[in-house]
Structure formats: C-alpha cells, structure tokens
C-alpha cells in the first residue's frame, strides 16, 4: 500500500455460465448496493442466453461492461481474464463475486470498508465469528469446512475460509501476486489467489458474510473441482513443507560449523 494510492474505482466481477434466471437481480442488488461501482459480466458462451441478457443491462447502464468468451473454461479463468480487464481500465479495487446470490451485495460495502482501512485483500468468510451458511447442505459444508482446514494444515495459513470466492483486492496486490503463473480452474482458483497474496507479504483479513444457497440454475461444482483443490493444495504444501526443513537444516549446519 503507498499513501497516494487511490481506492474509489471498483470493478465488481461476475462470472457467469448458464445463470439467466440470477444475472438480472444480482446487478440490480449490486447497483443498489454500491451505486459507483462498476460490474463486468464475464461470460462463457452460456447455452441459456445469459450473455444476452447481460448485453441488454449493459446497453441500459454504462456502469455495466460484458465480457464474452468463445465457452466454458471454469471460473478461475474467468476472473483472470476480468482482473486484466479491470486492471487495464485503472480500477483501484477488484471484487470477485458469483451471480448465483450466494453473495449478497448488500455485504460488499463491509468488504470495501475493509479494504479502504488497510487490507491489501479481504474475504469474505463464512467460518469466522459472525459468518454463516443458509439452506447449506451439510456435505458441502463438510467439503467447504474440511478444505479450509486441508489448506491451513499444508500451507499454514491462518485464513479460516480458504475456498471462499466473495474477495475484494487492491489493484496493487493483484499486480504483485504474479496472476500469469496462476493455472487454478476451479475452487483451487481461490485458495491460489490466497495462498499468493499471503506469500508475497500482504494483509489479508476475513469479514465475516453470510452465504446463501443458490434458489436458481444449476451449481457447477463437480468432483473434478474438488480433486483439483486437494492435489494442488497437497503438491504446494509438500513443496512448501520441504523448503522449511531444508531451512531448519541449513540453519542447523551452519550452527554445528559455528560450534566446530
Ligand atoms: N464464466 C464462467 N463462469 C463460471 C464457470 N463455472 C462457474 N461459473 C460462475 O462462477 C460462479 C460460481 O459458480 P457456482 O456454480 O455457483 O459454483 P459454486 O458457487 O462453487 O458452487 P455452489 O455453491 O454449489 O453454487 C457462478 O456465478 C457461476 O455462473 C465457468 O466455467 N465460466
Ligand atoms: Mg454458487
């Protein structure tokens, strides 16, 4: 963070497959909610003509943008298409945010708060006090739950919802997390992003939200995405495990020679 950095431009981004019946009501709520903010939908070709609806908010509002993309690469590339975007537009502050309506805009201007007090990244948690879960079933909590605790055990990160995809960043952090090494696609994505920021030394701080179920459409989550999300957590930790006994080792030498 530097002392002249601006924070008043904010690009929410949404990306979106086959979310026709969400895509109108969660912008409306978001233009309601942080009326300055601008939104861009960042769709994957959807076969249920969510790209077209998007089009015609887009021609009514000049605070919405439409991004199409020729299909469906999952949501991580997604949102690395729309943070390139938004970082070329100049916005000062990025939000991802799903258009199912398990995020409520009504709860961004906490995580923008968050923001313009000095974190250079903020989640929006539902496993901190005073976050919760609505209509959830109790496998996908369990799922949801045991990743973070999976990703806290190998990476030692003290972040409790490490899966979580409501996330507002600087423009400066997303420029110093190296966002082209980033191969995540799906829940992975998030705990990547995470996992960087807190690597290269930013702060990051969890707001408590509440995470609704979504009423509408179909969830894209799949095993394949789950199996993502261990190995990757698993290969990361392994990595970063081995650097700190190499460490310790080093260290443990050159005490020995010092000795010797
Ligand atoms: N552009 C794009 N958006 C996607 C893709 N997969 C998911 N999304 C969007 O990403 C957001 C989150 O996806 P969901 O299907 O709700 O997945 P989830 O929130 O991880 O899972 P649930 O909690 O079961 O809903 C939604 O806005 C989706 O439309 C994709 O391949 N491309
Ligand atoms: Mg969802």
């Not at 942080?34 to 509002?61: C, E, F, Y």
């Not at 923001?115 to 879960?133: C, H, L, N, P």
């Not at 045991?146 to 952090?173: H, M």
């Amino acid at each position: 963070m530097t002392s002249e950095e601006s924070l008043d431009r904010v690009l929410v981004i949404i990306p979106t497959y086959n979310e026709s019946q969400n895509i109108e009501s969660i912008t409306n709520r978001l233009r309601r909610s942080v009326p300055d903010a601008h939104i861009l939908i960042a769709d994957d070709n959807s076969p249920d003509g969510t790209g077209d609806i998007a089009d015609r908010l887009s021609s009514d509002d000049d605070h919405i943008h439409v991004m199409h993309r020729k299909g469906k690469e999952g949501l991580g590339a997604a949102y690395l298409a729309g943070f390139h975007w938004g970082l070329d537009e100049g916005y000062d502050i990025l939000v991802e945010h799903d258009a199912d309506g398990s995020h409520q805009p009504e709860e961004l201007p906490r995580l923008l708060q968050a923001i313009r007090a000095g974190a250079d990244m903020v989640k929006g948690s539902r496993w901190v006090k005073g976050g919760s879960v609505i209509n959830w079933p109790k496998s996908r909590q369990f799922i949801s739950r045991g990743g973070s605790l999976w990703t806290r055990l190998w990476l030692g990160i003290p972040v409790k919802d490490a899966t979580g995809g409501f996330n507002a960043f600087r423009a400066s952090t997303l420029r110093g997390i190296s966002l082209d090494e980033v191969a995540s696609a799906g829940y992975c994505f998030q705990i990547d992003l995470v996992w960087r920021a807190i690597r290269n030394g930013y702060t990051v701080v969890e707001v408590p939200i509440e995470f609704v179920e979504r009423e509408f459409g179909d969830s894209k989550m799949s095993r394949n995405i789950v199996v993502e999300a261990l190995l990757r957590t698993t290969l990361w930790g392994i990595e970063y495990r081995a650097k700190q006994l190499f460490g310790l080792g080093r260290k443990a030498s050159r005490q020995l020679l010092r000795k010797a």
